[in-house]
């Protein structure tokens, strides 16, 4: 019954390959994250999507894409893999919209990329 | 635009020791200000929040207040355990919603 998971847990691949990760959450939120997390453990926003529409689109890559199929997954598809990629990549979702001042992100497990 | 500062870590304590992480932010208005926790091999998780000036958060035994003269989120605990040895984030929300994350502290709690 986790709440947010992400697969895969591990992923090596080789510069120049083509990856995938995967994210789904149980929580019925509307809005979902994706975050990098380098070696020194620093966090950064990469994209976030509400009811699968894109609301946050930082200063990333266009190698980087978001897709999400429906409000309960966001999967992240980067391209042309390269060296300086290698990171814990953190999917998160929340519940937005509804006057709140803000709402707390639950956090998936992480993904942690090497590129070799 | 927002920012938050972090005490450099690791923090390396005995069991049962004072606990200070420091965390200043500079950010417009009014912001909503949390404290995350990761303990190893796990994704981040919520441990307190403050929404408003002088509001203090707390959870197990931790706690931060908003100190809007002084923009700092402090997070301190009175007798930390073994346990609590993880990575703390310091993290302020902007008006877009978006949660801009500190760097991160290391907290080592020895037997």
């Known amino acids: 019954d986790t709440a947010v998971s992400q697969t895969p847990k591990y992923l090596v691949t080789q510069m120049g390959n083509d990856k995938s990760i995967k994210c789904e959450q149980n929580?019925?939120?509307?809005?979902m994250y994706w975050y990098k997390q380098d070696s020194k453990k620093f966090l950064k926003i990469m994209f976030s999507y509400n009811n699968k529409e894109l609301i946050i689109n930082e200063t990333v890559p266009n190698r980087f894409s978001p897709k999400s199929p429906d409000k309960a997954h966001l999967n992240l598809h980067i391209n042309s893999l390269e060296l300086g990629d290698s990171a814990v990549y953190f999917c998160?979702?929340?519940?937005?919209?509804?006057?709140?001042?803000?709402?707390?992100?639950?956090f998936g497990n992480g993904t942690r990329l090497t590129v070799t | 635009g927002n920012s938050v500062t972090q005490m450099e870590g690791p923090v390396t304590l005995s069991e049962e020791a004072f606990l200070t992480i420091n965390c200043t932010y500079t950010?417009?208005?009014?912001?909503?200000l949390f404290w995350y926790v990761q303990y190893p091999g796990e994704g981040l998780q919520l441990l307190l929040k403050a929404t408003k000036a002088d509001d203090k958060g707390s959870n197990k035994g931790f706690e931060a207040t908003y100190r809007k003269e002084t923009t700092s989120f402090h997070l301190e605990k009175g007798s930390v355990q073994v346990s609590d040895s993880a990575v703390y984030f310091c993290a302020v929300m902007d008006s877009s919603y978006k949660l801009i994350f500190g760097s991160g502290t290391r907290l080592l709690v020895r037997p």
């Open positions: 998160a979702s929340s519940q937005e919209g509804q006057g709140v001042r803000y709402s707390p992100l639950h």
């Open positions: 950010a417009t208005g009014y912001p909503s």
């Open positions: 929580l019925g939120h509307d809005t």
